[in-house]
């Protein structure tokens, strides 16, 4: 008598909703970021009453675990549980790490850095007049770095944008110390002075010996 009744109440009063539907519902209910496990747990519990036959330890277990908070989820990814109560006491243990760590991380104070003043053109310009002054270059923008890159010449092919030695064109003969075409760096005039021909010598005039 009395199983027909809880039956008959059962069917009367829960939403018209077929097992399957709630199985599924039970199966997306995640906890929340503020709710404790017992919260949780009684909810799950809360959405399967319409059923007829409820879930196994071992399988309420299983979506207990699958739908926890991330951060606690990952703690207990690796540790093998065998019971509902076993799983409650890890959840609460790691609860109370994880609401510990956010306690210390509210309690840091906020220290605000304090905004840069705007630098006028003068200040700059004493600044790079002290370094000149002690021997320290001032520093090269990027824009500036990336114009005088721009300049380079390759003394291999002869464009501009690299250097000889990031050229991929076939390489030629040209001096490694000056960049000369067309000739070794021994043999290079500019690189060594004493391979200038006789005729290249420049030579005083004679007249600019007579000049008192």
């Not at 809360?46 to 036959?53: C, D, G, I, T, V």
């Not at 770095?145 to 300049?151: D, I, M, R, T, V």
Request: glycine share 2%.
């Amino acid at each position: 008598m009395w199983p027909s009744l809880c039956e008959a109440l059962r069917t009367n009063f829960q939403q018209h909703k077929t097992a399957f539907e709630i199985k599924e519902m039970v199966r997306s209910r995640k906890q929340g970021q503020n709710e404790s496990f017992d919260d949780f747990r009684n909810a799950v519990l809360k959405l399967a009453e319409p059923l007829q036959s409820l879930f196994s330890e071992l399988e309420l277990m299983e979506i207990l675990q699958h739908n926890l908070r991330p951060r606690i989820r990952q703690q207990l990814l690796y540790v093998q549980i065998n019971s509902l109560a076993e799983l409650r006491r890890l959840c609460l243990k790691s609860e109370s790490l994880v609401n510990e760590i956010n306690r210390s991380t509210n309690a840091l104070p906020n220290v605000n850095p304090r905004p840069q003043s705007r630098r006028y053109v003068n200040e700059v310009q004493d600044e790079n007049d002290l370094a000149e002054s002690i021997g320290i270059e001032p520093e090269v923008d990027e824009i500036s770095k990336l114009s005088a890159e721009a300049k380079q010449i390759c003394w291999n092919c002869r464009r501009e944008g690299h250097r000889y030695f990031d050229c991929f064109e076939i390489r030629t003969v040209f001096c490694y110390g000056c960049g000369a075409p067309e000739v070794y760096r021994p043999k290079s005039s500019r690189c060594n002075p004493e391979n200038l021909k006789e005729s290249e010598v420049p030579r005083n005039n004679p007249r600019d010996d007579l000049k008192p």
